[in-house]
């Protein structure tokens, strides 16, 4: 397997107590990114813990398609050596689930290294033509409500005459729900997103009825949409930031006026949003009220954690597999939260074995990267549906729509199990 490495003849050790030993190139290593870079890239003990939770390893057995690997690969285009076209394909083979920053003992950002090494090696490798026709229409679609909507209707209209599987890729469409028009002193912003409300709205709805039953008044601001990680994990940093931008104005009149917090229901876009100060700290209009934006930002499952949820009920004791995102579980870190709330609403949670795997969405890693997301789908169903739940439950709207595509039970977000007594 190291023998794959072709960008430098180093070889990679499996074990050493010393700390990586870093000579990043002129180009980089006096600049903010450079020296995020050296200070990770210095964290890692090379002793290989994150192979063992690395989905891409496990189904590959390649060391430079895990993060140990992918952690060389980056170190030495940063020390100057030129990438090609395989070093480009194991880092788009990476699924950015950081299931290894769970793992690693030592507390490798590997996200952040990834992001920064993806970005310089796409600056020095062209990708193929249809590759980059393809990523640049995930790009040009979306991220934009007004474009995607369209786009899905029109797909769901002609839904029954397509064959199975055509068919399977399209979600079926959904119910808005109602949405409560009660005032409250408390106040919460909440994100919309770009595709959720398309395939999903029924998620934010029912988030707001569980929040209106607790005496918090929910907020769509005008103007905010898509949370920028589509451009950002694209490779697309000033796309990105311009998205992140965009809420922050349409937030802040609400902050400045009392919103007590921001609720994300998509956990990948919480993730990301937790992260603008880091993304924008060096951007001094939006610095400090990046900061503060991601301060507020909070995963409706922090928000109940915290209140008096003995009013949320479910309707009926069903019995739920629940997979938790990668961008809950190890993104956030937020473990075990739902799964309480959802056993005390009164539903039977059903054990799942290999919880901490990804499904294989992955944002838009379903579409870049089918076979390996397939197999991952696969084997997340298998365990999934392996002790018969009648639903399964999920937190992001990414997870939900890939996992629907081939589950034999009805996929929903969690919040919508839990129906507020009166």
Known sequence: MIANLEIAPTT?????????????????????????????LRTCVHCG????????????????????????LIKQVLEGNPPTRRTQVHLDRC??????????????????????????????????????????????????????????RLGQLFRPLLPSTLKTKIPPRIATGTWPHTQHARKMLILEGCVQPAISPAINAATARVLDRLGIRVIRAAGAGCCGALSHHLTAPIEAKGFMKRNIDAWWPHIEAGSEAIVMTASGCGSVVKDYGRILQDDPDYRDKAKKVSKLTKDLSEILRDEDTSQLRSQESRKIAFHPPCTLQ???????????????????????????????????????????????????????????????????????????????????HWVELLNPQP
């Open 12 to 40: 990679i050790p499996t074990r050493s107590s010393l700390l990586m030993q870093t000579n990043l190139a002129e180009f980089i290593k006096d600049t903010d990114q450079g020296k995020e870079a050296d200070r990770i």
């Open 49 to 72: 813990f994150c192979n063992a939770t690395c989905p891409t390893f496990q189904l590959l057995g390649d060391e430079l398609d895990g993060p140990r690997g992918r952690i060389y």
């Open 95 to 152: 699924l950015t689930c950081i299931n290894c920053e769970t793992t690693c003992p030592s507390g490798v950002k590997y996200s952040k290294l990834v992001d920064i090494g993806r970005e310089r090696v796409d600056k020095q490798v062209k990708r193929p033509r249809l590759e980059r026709l393809q990523r640049r229409g995930l790009r040009l679609v979306m991220p934009y409500p007004r474009r995607f909507t369209p786009l899905l």
């Open 330 to 412: 190890h993104g956030q870190q937020i473990q075990g939260v739902v799964e309480r709330l959802l056993t005390e609403a009164g539903l039977n949670l059903m054990p799942v074995a290999d919880s901490h795997l990804c499904c294989g969405s992955a944002g838009t890693y379903s579409f870049l990267q089918v076979d390996l997301s397939q197999q991952l789908l696969n084997d997340k169903l298998e365990k999934l549906q392996g002790n018969g739940p009648e639903l399964i439950a999920t937190a992001n709207i990414g997870c939900l729509a890939h996992l629907q595509t081939k589950a034999k039970v009805p996929v929903v």
